[in-house]
């Protein structure tokens, strides 16, 4: 039973790696599930006993993408006692992880889809983990001292937000600019300010 399991999942995540490498290149609309079905290597049928719509494949996608960040943030930020170096290993991190699969993003992000509400909250929730976690780290900065008294509710989405917007823009208006020196300016303005 559990083989069968394994072997079901591992056919799914290969239908999501299809996806995501075809909606990369064509776009949400430019790419049918049968050109997903034969990049993945199963008939098409396969990929409707596992998703209903194409749409809920690009919601699969992106939670895959977002789990994968959870990971990535659980075993690359810091070991370290300070709060605010985890914060900037934790933004290094997510800039690398949307460098990395800027194509989903920029569909998600350009409003190309219109995502029904049930989809929506289901990413919804796991983006806002995100930000929970923040949250969480600047509250540890307030307690030890490392950084003033302020709300971090505000603050945590402000500095996703902040990242989330560099990247729309820099995609929209088609300007490269480096991970090295997004992290180091938002770090700056974020965690320095930017009055003298």
């Known amino acids: 039973m559990a083989e069968q399991t394994d072997k079901k999942e591992a056919g799914r995540r290969k239908i999501l790696k299809a996806a995501e490498k075809l909606f990369a290149k064509g776009g949400f ?29 690009l919601v699969s996608v992106i939670e ?31 800039c690398k992880f949307l460098e990395n699969h800027k194509p989903i993003f920029k569909i998600v992000s350009s409003n190309q889809v219109e995502i029904r509400l049930e989809f929506k909250d289901r990413i919804h929730k796991k983006v806002f983990q995100r930000m929970y976690h923040l949250e969480d780290k600047l509250e540890t900065a307030i307690k030890t001292g490392n950084i003033k008294p302020i709300d971090s509710y505000i603050a945590s989405t402000c500095m996703i937000g902040m990242v989330d917007h560099v990247f729309f823009r820099s995609l929209a208006e088609g300007k490269e600019i480096s991970i090295d020196h997004i992290v180091e300016q938002i770090n700056t303005i974020y965690l320095e300010g930017i009055l003298n």
């Open 64 to 94: 895959e993408g977002l789990d994968e960040l959870d990971e990535m943030m659980k075993s690359g930020i810091v070991q370290s006692e300070n709060p605010l170096e985890q914060i900037k290993s934790g933004l290094e991190i997510y």
């Open 29 to 57: 609309h430019g790419t049918e599930v049968s050109e997903i079905a034969r990049l993945a290597g199963v008939a098409k049928g396969t990929v409707y006993n596992h998703f209903d719509t194409k749409e809920e494949i």
